[in-house]
């Protein structure tokens, strides 16, 4: 096993226990659901996380072989699969809660936005660290997932349902094509560099 695998399967460990959280999350607000309306806020939320969790993933893969593992590499992986599990966690409302889903997403929306954005930052700089820092790499990284991080403070900010279900609903299309699209191009990039 390399040091990598040994990595990734760490790492691939606490990114699995935050897809079970949102799994058991929604089958929590399913049960409830003739009592309790689960809505499209936290569906769609977490479906947006769990889609930023694959690509996550995916994309850790794709540059296994520019990675040195050492402490400092499996501390930031642990820190980034750690955002993704406390937002995770903020998804649905908890055991014996009596808020709706929607109105938990309203009020805890932000802290997983945070969460989120904080993991992506730190992947981004640990993507520009493993393919040779420059600031030109890191502004034009920043500048391709501009339009995410838009999205994603549109879903924390935005001050009614409506609106937030809108951002829900682009962020989780422009995932579904985004996404793919970035890792097939950075596959691109280790192939001719």
Not at 73 to 83: D, E, K, P, R, S
Request: hydrophobic share 55%; with cysteine; aromatic share 14%.
């Amino acid at each position: 096993m390399s040091a990598f695998e040994f990595l990734f399967s760490f790492y691939g460990l606490l990114l699995g226990l935050s897809i079970a959280e949102l799994a058991t999350g929604f089958s929590r607000a399913w049960d409830r659901r003739k009592t309790v309306p689960i809505g499209w806020a936290a569906p769609l939320l977490a479906i947006v996380l769990m889609l930023d969790l694959v690509s996550f993933w995916t994309n850790s893969w794709g540059i296994r072989e520019r990675i040195e593992v050492d402490y400092y590499v499996t501390l930031a992986a642990a820190t980034v699969a750690l955002f993704y599990y406390f937002a995770a966690t903020q998804v649905f409302p908890r055991e014996g809660s009596t808020v709706t889903p929607t109105d938990h997403v309203m009020a805890h929306r932000r802290s997983v936005v945070i969460a989120v954005i904080l993991s992506n930052l730190l992947v981004t700089v640990g993507f520009c660290i493993a393919m040779g820092f420059s600031w030109r790499l890191l502004g034009s990284n920043l500048l391709l997932n501009a339009p995410y991080f838009l999205l994603l403070v549109a879903i924390g900010w935005l001050p009614g349902q409506r609106g937030v279900l809108i951002a829900l609903g682009v962020s989780t299309l422009l995932s579904l094509v985004y996404q793919p699209l970035m890792f097939g191009l950075a596959g691109l990039t280790n192939l001719f560099s």
